[in-house]
């Protein structure tokens, strides 16, 4: 049982990352998204066209508030060079992602109503309105604690597949979280929060918990909605 504050937690360790606490903090629910059966189905090419349509649907109406909380890190950020990092990674989100999106949409007959005012699933709203809270009632750590989740549990689970499938829409979005400068960017938020975490409140620290711990189980329920 992992500890439940991150000062018990450090003690016991020469090496504690503010991070680390916070992801088994999260299980058993970070280990239900990272090895669900939609992204093992994704990882091997028999996911069905139709699942990943109405998942990609969902996933695109959540990219817009997602690139929302990132621009208010931005603002949030206490040092010029993790604005230029954040705002950099906006620029992917908003341009090579998006160019995804619209050709993966294109392939599979997805009609311009659903790529611009969809119906959105009750943990799409669920997992909107975390990200807004997080962002416009906290400050440059409560973003950090559902952004980092939210990038950590997509890396974690792309780099697990030993052969890319070979239908592009399932292989480009594995890519998209497995590259290098993905990893390197996750890494970084990582530290960002292990570098400002463990000197916060412990009142504040259990808020980021459960920012923490509530993302990675909208994650679970967000693939989980994809076979409802």
Known sequence: MTAETFETYAAARTDARFTEWLRERS?????DA??????????????????????LVQDYAFVGTLT??????????????AKGRLSEFLGILTDEEDNYFERSFDELDVPDSDRIDPSKADVTEAFEDLLIRAAVQGGYEEALAVLVPAEWVYLTWATAPSK???????????EIHNTPAFETFVEWLRCEL??????????RQRRIERLFCRTVA???????????
């Open 194 to 203: 292990d570098k400002y975490g463990p000197s916060l409140s412990e009142h």
């Open 34 to 55: 990272t090895e669900h059966r939609f992204v093992r189905e994704l990882g091997d090419g028999t996911l069905d066209d139709a699942l990943f349509r109405r998942y």
């Open 27 to 31: 299980e058993p629910d970070w280990a």
């Open 68 to 81: 929302s909380a990132f621009g208010y890190a931005v603002g949030q950020a206490p040092t010029m060079e």
């Open 164 to 174: 890319p499938p070979e239908t592009f829409y399932f292989r480009e979005w594995i």
């Open 218 to 228: 909208l994650e679970v329920e967000f693939f989980d909605a994809a076979y409802e």
